[in-house]
């Protein structure tokens, strides 16, 4: 499905989505109480610190201004009549100089105060040690009056702003927390879902969580106790038909080698028929076994070449090596050594009787190759190969039980590996297997 544009900005886990959800809904919550004490609390305090001042400035005029010799100009009769801890004139020039040129102008505390004061005034607020208004009188234009607000000061953390930080704290923790406990189960799940498909069963996981996570959760626990007893009962049925076939070709055997000289054309054909079978047998057994006896410990990869390629020396054939240096991998030595076993049986069976295994290191794999001179398969049919109980094309015949291919995948795919077959340009079957350096 084609995603939208701005779908692919959005989160796609549920982890995500929910904090996104949660600290969206906070933002707005926020941004409304913050709007909300901004127009019913904090306005309306400087709505009234705007008032008193005007009534200062009026009161400051209502006697009009006289000079005298101690007092030559406006500026200095004006401050004769105010204490100085209550306001202070200024000219322009001096206001500039005391800062004014700072001040942040306000509109609407400006149009305020000049209803107040009867004619165009001008309102600025400054910030220094402390919160200081300017204002501009429509009965001197010329003057600016700085009135100190003692017990305001925006360097200082306001209530509102601290509560707005530690709510939003709180809610962003809250919700992260509870989303966190919402996904610990999934979490839970997924990984017990990809050990399930690996063939491995885990305990039952903890029933907690919401009730449809734990209604998921219980069911997915008694699929895998189901899985677990349909695997072992499927392999103690092919492990016990495998091993009471074993009695009958053992007597079979003996029979044969009672036989007598005149037969031994009729005795060679059916110790070979019983050697196959007993071959077959075996791939069973391995086959269900699931390769779970030995733990994983750091092995040469190269050293199991070597071993397989001197075990079979005496084959009608030929064992090509290109080994190159490679680090330790952790791995069971007794599983891989299988999976080359069965490799190299599938090219000497199905080859021209030559082999070359080489191997190769990467940053994160190590990878070795089995090729044959064989005639190849259908490109088609690769990925049925892997199947059980399923065999190549007629090209390379329809020996053996089809079990060889699967177990190599069983074990590659327990080792968080990957194999990979394709044809050789030169002619026959290229097998290339991937086992990761660190596979836990």
Not at 135 to 153: C, E, F, H, S, Y
Not at 208 to 235: C, P, Y
Not at 331 to 342: D, E, G, H, P
Request: one cysteine or more.
């Amino acid at each position: 499905m084609k995603l939208k544009w701005w779908q692919r900005f959005l989160p796609r886990n549920s982890f995500s989505q929910t904090v996104l959800l949660i600290g969206s809904l906070l933002l707005i919550n926020q941004l409304v109480s913050y709007l909300s004490v901004t127009v019913y609390f904090i306005k309306p305090s400087y709505e009234q610190i705007n008032q008193l001042i005007a009534r200062q400035i009026n009161l400051l005029f209502i006697d009009g201004v006289e000079l005298s010799r101690d007092h030559l100009t406006i500026v200095d009769a004006l401050n004769a009549k105010v204490r100085d801890d209550e306001m202070k004139i200024y000219n322009q020039q001096n206001a500039v100089a005391a800062g004014l040129d700072s001040a942040t102008y306000y509109g609407f505390l400006s149009e305020q105060m000049s209803e107040y004061l009867g004619g165009e005034a001008e309102v600025r607020f400054s910030q220094g040690t402390q919160l200081q208004v300017w204002i501009r009188p429509p009965q001197a234009p010329t003057l600016w009056i700085k009135v100190p607000l003692t017990g305001l000061n925006e360097n200082d953390l306001s209530p509102l702003t601290l509560y707005l930080l530690v709510i939003g704290a709180l809610s962003v923790a809250g919700g992260w927390w509870f989303a966190r406990r919402l996904n610990r189960p999934l979490k839970r799940l997924q990984r017990a879902a990809v050990t399930v498909s690996k063939g491995e069963f885990p305990k039952p996981l903890p029933l907690s969580g919401s009730s449809e996570i734990i209604e998921v959760t219980h069911a997915f626990n008694q699929m895998s106790h189901s899985m677990k007893q349909l695997e072992q009962d499927r392999a103690l049925l092919m492990a016990g038909i495998s091993h009471d076939l074993r009695t009958p070709l053992t007597r079979i055997r003996l029979a044969s080698e009672m036989m007598v000289d005149e037969d031994k054309y009729l005795q060679e054909g059916i110790i070979n028929d019983i050697e196959d079978m007993d071959d077959i047998i075996k791939q069973f057994i391995a086959y269900v076994r699931h390769d779970q006896e030995s733990v994983r410990e750091p092995n040469q990869i190269n050293r199991l070449i070597q071993e397989i390629s001197q075990q079979e020396v005496n084959r009608d054939g030929e064992i090509e090596l290109d080994l190159q240096e490679c680090p330790l991998v952790p791995f069971q030595s007794v599983a891989i050594k299988r999976v080359l076993s069965n490799l190299v049986e599938n090219g000497f069976r199905y080859g021209g009787g030559w082999i070359k295994i080489s191997s190769k290191h990467k940053p994160k794999y190590v990878s070795f190759i089995v090729e044959d001179n064989g005639p190849g398969i259908n490109e088609a049919k690769i990925d049925e190969l892997f199947q059980p109980f399923t065999q190549g094309d007629s090209a390379r015949g329809s020996v053996g039980s089809g079990l060889g291919l699967a177990i190599v995948k069983r074990i590659i795919d327990r080792h968080h590996g990957k194999i990979e077959l394709s044809n050789r340009p030169e002619g026959g079957l290229k097998a290339q297997v991937w086992l990761p350096i660190d596979n836990s």
